[in-house]
């Protein structure tokens, strides 16, 4: 049968499609799949609650065309959902100041670093980076045997990276810290197979009930041992999975100060030079995307882009 995908997977290819059509510059189709993205978190939203990567990335799109509202609403959902809106409460007070929502400015402003709202200088653009690190869990067998040849098959995730230390950026900037939000996607994968369990234990114990009374109505006896050996056989647990995703997926946000700006992607075994950004007024996008994957190679501009693996 075809691979529909876990529920996790299907929201990760919107993902991917976002993250390339933003390096591309082509804001407009990153928003539509960021619409088809919220249509499987809310078909799926328990299986996906954990997801923050994408949800960020579902806000940066609104926020990339000017679609504040919408920015503002899935920005607000993200803070919710992580439990600590401190990685996006600039995002809110900003959003919420151009929509005169003062009473969420005031409450977000507590989120802020002191240091952070005494800023003066307001970025002249943004550099958004991907960072992908370590290999994500991929799904092993499992059988429970009974008594005479009933056999109970299912797959669960398996570790393949441990703990990985997240990526920094430096030097800090004249136009203020960057701000990092995560996805463990091995436990986004896990939620999505939990949350079809239920359904895969009922659909298995169909299976084995049905098969039990086909070989139990089988008078010669040669022959009823012959069909449960090939029953036994056939009852094999699905672990197709997609084995290329990363372990954690990281969107690092940081301001940008007018003119010439140098920094350096850290901490994933060695530093990755980020080539010189020139944010000057009417010097390239307002926007700067790069891609990197276990902090291997250069960085693309998204004049030029090409996600590095």
Request: aromatic share 10%; proline share 7%.
């Amino acid at each position: 049968t075809d691979y529909k995908g876990e529920y996790a997977e299907r929201l990760l290819v919107h993902t991917y499609l976002m993250m390339n059509f933003l390096m591309l510059g082509n804001h407009e189709s990153a928003l539509v799949e960021a619409k088809q993205a919220l249509e499987v978190y809310d078909t799926f939203p328990e299986a996906c609650s954990a997801d923050y990567f994408t949800r960020a990335l579902i806000a940066h799109c609104f926020e990339a065309l000017n679609e504040i509202n919408g920015a503002y609403i899935e920005y607000k959902k993200l803070a919710e959902l992580m439990g600590d809106p401190a990685p996006v409460a600039r995002k809110l007070c900003d959003l919420a100041g151009r929509l005169w929502f003062y009473d969420d400015v005031e409450h977000f402003k507590q989120f802020i670093p002191e240091s952070e709202l005494k800023r003066k200088n307001k970025p002249a653009g943004e550099l958004v980076i991907f960072v992908s690190q370590g290999q994500s869990p991929v799904k092993i067998p499992h059988n429970i045997v009974l008594p005479p040849s009933i056999r109970f098959s299912f797959s669960t995730y398996d570790n393949r990276s441990g703990y990985l230390p997240p990526p920094t950026v430096g030097p800090l900037l004249k136009a203020g810290a960057s701000d990092m939000i995560t996805t463990d996607v091995g436990e986004v994968l896990k939620a999505s197979l939990k949350e079809r369990l239920a359904e895969i234990l009922v659909k298995e114990t169909a299976r084995v009930v049905a098969k039990e009374a086909i070989a139990q109505n089988i008078e010669n006896d040669d022959l009823e041992v012959l069909v449960r050996v090939v029953f036994f056989l056939m009852e094999v647990p699905d672990t197709r999975c997609w084995e290329t995703l990363p372990a954690y997926m990281s969107m690092i946000r940081v301001p940008l100060s007018s003119g010439h700006n140098q920094i350096y992607l850290n901490g994933m075994g060695q530093a990755v030079e980020i080539p010189p950004i020139d944010a000057s007024p009417g010097k390239g996008p307002f926007y700067h995307y790069y891609s990197v994957r276990n902090g291997i190679g250069p960085l693309q501009s998204s004049e030029n882009a090409r996600p590095v693996e």
